[in-house]
Each structure stands twice: as C-alpha cells, then as structure tokens.
C-alpha cells in the first residue's frame, strides 16, 4: 500500500539519523533511527527502527524500539520483536508473544 | 622362505583382526538392546509419572458467584471465575471471563479473561481480548490480546 501511493509518506531507511520534529500526513515507516517528535497517521517501525522521542498516530505498528512516549489513537501493536520503555496511551492494543513493554500503560477511552 | 616367514605373521594378524571386528560389532549389539531396554524402560517411568502430574494438574477452582477473602496458596494450578480478594500465589492462575481479583498476585503462569486490579509479578502474562487489567505488573513474557484493556505500570525482568 505504502509503495504504490507515496504522497504523503515518510520513509526513513536503515541507518538513516533523522533529529527533529516530524508532521507526517500519511504513512511513516521507520527502518532507520528517529530523533524527537514524530506524527503520522500510521507508523511503521521496523524491526531495525528505533525512535527516541514523542510518537503520536492513529495505528502504529511496533517491531522496533521507541523510547520516552508512544500515543495511538486506534490501534497499537507491539510485535514479537519490538520494544517499548516510556510511557503508552492507547485505546486498542495488542502484544504479540515477546514484546517488551516497560512503562506506564495507559487507556485513552477506559469506560467504552 | 624369508619374505614368506615375514608375511606369515601378518597375515596371522589379519586373521586376528577379523575375529576383533566381530567382537566389536557384537558390542555394538549388545549395546543396541541395551539402549532399545533403556528406552523401554524409559517409557514405563513415563507412564507411571503421567497420572501423578495430573493430579497436581487438578485445578482449584473458585466458582462463579463465589466470593473469597483472604490469602490463597497452591502449588498448582488456581481457576477464578468468582471473586476473590486478597493475596494469591499459586503456580498457574487463570482468571475466567466472570472471574475478578482484587490484590496481589503471585504465579508464574497467568491468563486473565476477567477482570484483575493489583500487583501482579508473573512470568508468563497472557491477557485476553476481554480482560481488564489495572496495576503494577511484572512480568518475563507477556502476550496481550487484541481488545484487552490493561493500565498500569509494566516492569519486565
């Protein structure tokens, strides 16, 4: 989907060091290593990706590392291989079997 | 007459050699049946263990509409589908769909379908996609279902 449609998309390889803050109105697929704020409406981290700062989607797909603050609001999926240390809003979540989580989780909509 | 005398020793020896080799392969024989008794052996333990290991399998189970306070201990494996509170520690806890637990929680093994609010310190954390879960937890491995409402702080080790 993200290779056929690119307006609008962010794409990050590996050993690529971006530092700064990032409005992203599609699509960011980090494979490479992020510095500071990140926003996009999906977010893809790789399992070679790593990000050191606030990220903030709608669904965001972890197989990667992100560190300090991870907010999604509507689904969030850890993998097998990513991991997570900070703090986490969410409203739907999954962990997949050997995912990392270390932090304080929390629910954006608690009652629905 | 010689070169004969000489090269009668060794074929003296190849004729030793031969009966050797018969000697080992029938060691190896014998070891075969020594290994294929061993695993029959092996097989018997097996069988006698099995009914043992289900015994400690047998849940405890606190049923739904049930209601417990206090402090739970088992060596084996706990089912909550009432309500307990208080301090659990057991080495696998299940939390049914209607079971709710209020307090610590010890295990090494914990499925919650329910609802959890406490400490936790497991080893093998799987949340299902009804589950509610809200406290500290603990864990080596975790697998959260897609729906599972979890808040908290999570430490893994």
């Known amino acids: ?112 | 007459m010689s070169i004969f005398s000489k090269n009668q020793p060794s074929a003296e020896n190849e004729s030793n050699a031969n009966p050797s080799e018969e000697v080992t392969q029938e060691f190896v024989a014998a070891e075969q049946e020594v290994v294929s008794s061993a695993s029959s052996f092996e097989s018997v333990t097996r069988q006698e263990s099995t009914p043992r290991s289900n015994v400690l399998a047998k849940p405890s189970i606190i049923s739904e509409g049930f209601t417990f306070e206090g402090t739970i201990t088992s060596d084996g494996v706990l089912n909550i589908a009432g309500t307990v509170r208080g301090k659990i520690t057991a080495k696998s806890v299940l939390i049914d769909s209607s079971g709710q637990v209020d307090g610590e929680l010890n295990s090494e093994q914990l499925v919650i379908k329910g609802q959890l609010k406490g400490d936790v310190n497991c080893e093998d954390l799987n949340v299902g996609p009804l589950a509610q879960v809200d406290g500290n937890i603990s864990y080596k491995y975790i697998h959260i279902q897609r729906g599972g409402k979890v808040a908290g702080k999570f430490i893994k080790n």
Do not use: W
């Open chain 1, 1 to 112: 989907m993200a290779e056929v449609n690119q307006l609008g998309c962010l794409f990050v390889g590996e050993g690529v060091v971006l530092k700064g803050n990032f409005e992203v109105p599609d699509i960011a697929s980090i494979s490479g290593t992020v510095e500071g704020e990140l926003t996009a409406k999906q977010v893809l981290i790789e399992a070679t990706g790593i990000v050191r700062g606030k990220l903030t989607g709608e669904s965001i797909d972890i197989r990667g590392e992100v560190n300090e603050q991870v907010s999604s609001s509507r689904s969030l999926i850890i993998r097998s291989t990513g991991k997570v240390t900070g703090s986490i809003h969410y409203s739907e979540i999954e962990i997949e079997k050997g995912g990392h989580l270390h932090g304080d989780l929390h629910n954006l909509n608690p009652h629905s």
